[in-house]
């Protein structure tokens, strides 16, 4: 597997300690090998179903969070249960998006086929399966209350999806619901994330609570403003074509927002209620739908929504102590805040 940048990199993020960044740099090279190590097989096709979408690319965002919170432990940050927790988050993650290519239908991810296209669902699925089972093996390792948190993490996820797939419910908000939704199944696995970093380093109970928070809420705002830069970017800056999530109908916090206060008496707000109504496969009619709400109010409140969301994550640091890790996690923050311009 080829070396791949760190997610803060591609965010514009460079570390302000050389120290910090060659741990983390050191880390993240032990995971990657491990990654590989823990999805080969005796079969060489489910090997390669399995690292399928492992080794298409992906940001290992969440093996970052791992070893930045480890900083704050009495233990090295590469320690085997510390690489081992980086690993079992990744696993879990990208057997998501196995499950997640199937329920979408989707082709490219990463701009690569995704394995259901390359082979059919039924491999898909079974590959997620797979890497979610190799996931638990490593997780029991690290003792039963690894394997308590990581259960219940799971269910989150689960959960989420399940009430994705529904919708909302008669009388439901679909603003929270989606809000809801977006932490089940983002929020959630990316605070497990800093909570395994910060607990197999030897962290504090108080320093493990405080990242787990961090981790949430810093999850949230990261998938939120992934929806904002699907309609703000003019390039292929959120790792998709602008304008997919409208295309394929798929809800985001910029619409939701548009369609609580929307006023039908007026003409902008008509047009653009009957464009999101519409089949947006049309280039043109896409075009009109971004830029419409690029200019309307409820975009900018989605922007604030972020910044507000990434304002509470950095005060959730208090709670950890000052440093290197610290401060990187502070200019996460930042540059979540900043993610749409």
């Known amino acids: 597997m080829s070396p791949h940048p760190l997610p803060a990199e591609s965010l514009g993020f460079e570390f302000a300690d050389p120290a910090l960044e060659a741990r983390v740099r050191a880390g993240l090279e032990r995971v990657e090998q491990a990654l590989l190590d823990a999805t080969q097989s005796e079969a060489p096709f489910v090997t390669a179903a399995a690292q399928h979408v492992m080794v298409a690319g992906g940001k290992r965002f969440r093996p970052l969070l791992v070893l930045l919170a480890a900083e704050f432990g009495a233990a090295e940050v590469a320690v085997d249960e510390v690489v081992k927790a980086a690993v079992v988050v990744e696993l879990t993650h990208v057997a998501t998006l196995h499950h997640d290519d199937v329920m979408d239908e989707a082709a490219l991810r990463r701009g690569s086929a995704t394995a259901n296209a390359r082979w059919d669902n039924s491999v898909a699925i079974l590959s997620g399966d797979w890497l979610f089972a190799r996931a638990s093996d490593l997780v029991a390792d690290l003792g039963?209350?690894?394997?308590?948190?990581?259960?219940?993490?799971?269910?989150?996820?689960?959960?989420?999806?399940?009430?994705?797939?529904?919708?909302?419910?008669?009388?439901?908000?679909?603003?929270?619901?989606?809000?809801?939704?977006?932490?089940?199944?983002?929020?959630?696995?990316?605070?497990?994330?800093?909570?395994?970093?910060?607990?197999?380093?030897?962290?504090?109970?108080?320093?493990?609570?405080?990242?787990r928070a961090f981790g949430e809420e810093i999850g949230v705002a990261f998938q939120l403003a992934d929806d904002l830069l699907d309609i703000a970017s003019e390039s292929d800056q959120s790792g998709k074509t602008p304008g997919t999530d409208l295309r394929e109908g798929v809800p985001t916090l910029p619409v939701l927002i548009f369609r609580a206060q929307a006023d039908p008496t007026d003409p902008t707000d008509a047009r653009l209620l009957d464009l999101l109504d519409s089949d947006l496969s049309d280039d043109a009619r896409l075009t009109e739908t971004l830029d419409l709400l690029r200019a309307h109010p409820a975009f900018g409140q989605a922007e604030d929504d972020v910044r507000r969301r990434a304002a509470d994550a950095r005060n959730l640091l208090t709670g950890v102590p000052d440093g290197p890790g610290r401060d990187a996690l502070e200019t996460l923050c930042d540059l979540v805040a900043t993610r749409s311009v």
Request: aromatic share 6%.
């Open 144 to 211: 039963p209350e690894a394997v308590r948190i990581q259960a219940r993490t799971f269910s989150r996820l689960v959960e989420g999806q399940i009430r994705e797939t529904m919708g909302v419910g008669e009388g439901q908000d679909p603003l929270k619901h989606y809000l809801s939704v977006v932490a089940d199944k983002t929020g959630s696995l990316i605070a497990t994330s800093a909570l395994f970093g910060a607990r197999y380093a030897g962290a504090p109970d108080d320093v493990q609570e405080s990242l």
